[in-house]
C-alpha cells in the first residue's frame, strides 16, 4: 500500500498542499518540529527544505508507512506514534503539523489535547482537511466510477473519512475541548496534475482503504479496469488536471 500510495497519488493530491503547508510552517520560523501522520514524507520533506535549521520529527501510525518515508526522506526522525497517546514529553515543539491526517484520528478532541500537550506554551498547530467530495475534482470522479462500477454497494471511505471532517465550526470546537484556541481557517484551491486518471484510479485502488474491498471480490480485475476506464470517462484521456480544495487551520494553545 505505501509504495502505490507514493507513487500514484503523493504526487498528484499531497505535494501541492504539501510546498503550501511547509511555507505557513516556515513562517513562525520554527527550532522543533513534530509532523502526525507523515505518510511517506510528502510535507516531511518540504518542511526540511523550508526550515532547514529545524529539528524534524515525522510520525505516523502505520509502521509500513513510517518504514517507507524513513527510507524516502533520512533527514527526519521517524516515529511509530498514535496521535492519541504521542510518546513524546510535555512542551517539546514550538510547531506541529498535520497534513490530511486529522480526518483519520478516531477521537480528535483526545488527539489536539496530545497535540497541546507536547506543544511550547507560545507553540502553534497548523494542518489541513480536505472540502467537501464535490470541491475535489479526482476524489470526485474517483468515486463516482466507483458507484457505477458497484451499483451493489460502493465503499464510502472517500466521502466518510478523507471528506468527512468539512465543518469549520466542528473543527473549532475539537480544538477547544482540547484547550486549543483556532486562529485561522483559510480555504484553498489548488490545481492536481496526474499523468493520466486511471494512474490516480489504480493508487485509491491499492493504496487507500478501498483497496480492501475491492480485493475480497471474485470480479476484482474487472472492477478495477472497470473503475479506471470510468474515471478516464470523466476527467479525460492522457495528461488531467482538475481542481482541489482544502482548509489549512492554525491554532495555538489556550490559557
Not at 507523515?38 to 526550515?51: E, M, P, Q, R, Y
Request: proline share 7%.
Amino acid at each position: 500500500m505505501p509504495d502505490a500510495y507514493e507513487r500514484h497519488l503523493v504526487p498528484v493530491l499531497f505535494r501541492p498542499f504539501a510546498a503550501d503547508l511547509a511555507a505557513r510552517a516556515a513562517a513562525s520560523r520554527p527550532r522543533t518540529v513534530l509532523e502526525l501522520a507523515a505518510g511517506t514524507g510528502a510535507l516531511t520533506s518540504a518542511l526540511l527544505a523550508a526550515v532547514p535549521t529545524a529539528t524534524v520529527v515525522a510520525s505516523d501510525l502505520n509502521e509500513a508507512m513510517v518504514a517507507a518515508g524513513s527510507e524516502r526522506e533520512p533527514r527526519a526522525r521517524w516515529r511509530q506514534a498514535d496521535a492519541q497517546a504521542l510518546p513524546f514529553t510535555d512542551g517539546g515543539f514550538d510547531l506541529v503539523v498535520c497534513q490530511f491526517g486529522v480526518m483519520f484520528f478516531p477521537d480528535r478532541p483526545a488527539a489536539f489535547r496530545e497535540v497541546r500537550r507536547v506543544l511550547t506554551p507560545r507553540g502553534r498547530f497548523v494542518f489541513s482537511s480536505w472540502g467537501p467530495l464535490a470541491s475535489h475534482g479526482f476524489d470526485a470522479a474517483f468515486q463516482s466510477a466507483l458507484e457505477e462500477a458497484m451499483p451493489d454497494g460502493a465503499p464510502t471511505f472517500l466521502r466518510d473519512v478523507p471528506h468527512g471532517y468539512t465543518d469549520k465550526a466542528v473543527v473549532a470546537a475539537d480544538l477547544a475541548a482540547a484547550g486549543l484556541t483556532l486562529t485561522t481557517a483559510e480555504e484553498i484551491t489548488l490545481q492536481g496534475r496526474a499523468e493520466s486518471a486511471a494512474s490516480v484510479a489504480l493508487g485509491f485502488l491499492t493504496g487507500t482503504p478501498v483497496s480492501a474491498a475491492v480485493q475480497a471480490r471474485d470480479d476484482a480485475h474487472a472492477l478495477r479496469a472497470a473503475v479506471m476506464r470510468g474515471m478516464t470517462d470523466r476527467l479525460g484521456p492522457g495528461p488531467v488536471t482538475a481542481p482541489m480544495t482544502a482548509t489549512v487551520y492554525t491554532a495555538h494553545r489556550g490559557a
